[in-house]
């Protein structure tokens, strides 16, 4: 019996001491909530930005249909390519159709949007839990860890609002035509584009954390680069929870990038191992 207490006691610190590192996030992410509310209008803007129709898309189409009028000018009369250069922007609102729920939109953009702003409270008490098991060597890296892990969130989310939300909305409202018009609902609306804010944060975080795995010598290049197509599989499993293919396809291709980043970050900043100087043999020591 005092043998399976002696197991369960450190079980319940450990669990009472993430209990006080979870209390202390959600706090700050609360206060980062109340902080954030008055930027979550401008982000809500942001976001329904291309929406209009107008995105960074619409001026690599100006310049490659600028080269199909210089070089082949027939196809370009025949699609009528000036058409869609010169189409107006459209203003598509978004709608809902419940009480309260543009305030409960807003509550989640401020929730994101404060959750961001106190990453580095975040990190810091994810990296407080496990400085038990670190090295005073290890412990110093704090610092590092935690802006390198703030960074490369932030990364991850402005790439994904900046360069994947106009593909997957412009992708969506090229099927628009006579009798078939977009009609987005705010709550479908944002709540897709908080999720995959944090799928993209959370995918450019893979690098930072297979160098603390691979510092401990949990994880190494040789065990990573092999496996590759596993890498490949998961990244698809993953990206399938998406409803449509498109954006289990941007899904899937950054997550896969992200693993053969980390395989080199392995490689680079893995733990090394020492070789042991090999042994002097019987006669030689009897010499």
Request: contains cysteine.
């Amino acid at each position: 019996m005092s043998e399976d207490k002696e197991k369960v006691a450190p079980f319940i610190e450990h669990l009472v001491e993430l209990r006080k590192r979870l209390v202390i996030i959600v706090v700050a992410v609360v206060i980062g909530m109340g902080v954030a509310w008055n930027f979550s209008g401008p982000v809500l803007t942001f976001v329904e930005k291309p929406l209009t129709g107008k995105t960074y898309l619409t001026e690599i189409k100006k310049i490659v249909y600028a080269k199909v009028k210089e070089r082949a000018p027939q196809l370009y009369t025949r699609y009528k390519l000036d058409q869609e250069i010169n189409a107006p922007e459209k203003k598509r609102p978004l709608n809902y159709s419940a009480p309260l729920e543009p305030f409960f939109i807003q509550c989640k953009i401020s929730m994101l949007l404060g959750f961001v702003l106190v990453l580095p409270v975040v990190f810091l008490q994810l990296w407080m839990f496990i400085a038990p098991g670190l090295t005073r060597k290890e412990r110093r890296m704090v610092i590092p860890f935690i802006t390198a892990a703030t960074i490369t969130f932030c990364i991850g989310a402005m790439f994904f609002l900046i360069v994947i939300w106009p593909v997957i909305i412009n992708f969506s409202l090229s099927y628009e035509a006579e009798g078939l018009q977009s009609w987005f609902n705010i709550s479908s609306y944002i709540n897709f584009c908080l999720r995959l804010i944090l799928i993209f944060g959370l995918i450019f975080e893979l690098p930072i954390l297979t160098l603390i795995l691979s510092r401990f010598g949990i994880v190494s290049y040789k065990i990573l680069a092999p496996k590759r197509k596993y890498a490949l599989l998961a990244s698809a499993i993953v990206a399938a929870f998406h409803a449509d293919l498109i954006t289990m396809f941007v899904i899937m291709l950054p997550m896969y990038m992200m693993y053969e980043i980390s395989i080199w970050v392995a490689l680079i900043f893995g733990k090394k191992k020492v070789i042991a100087p090999p042994e002097p043999e019987e006669g030689a020591t009897a010499a």
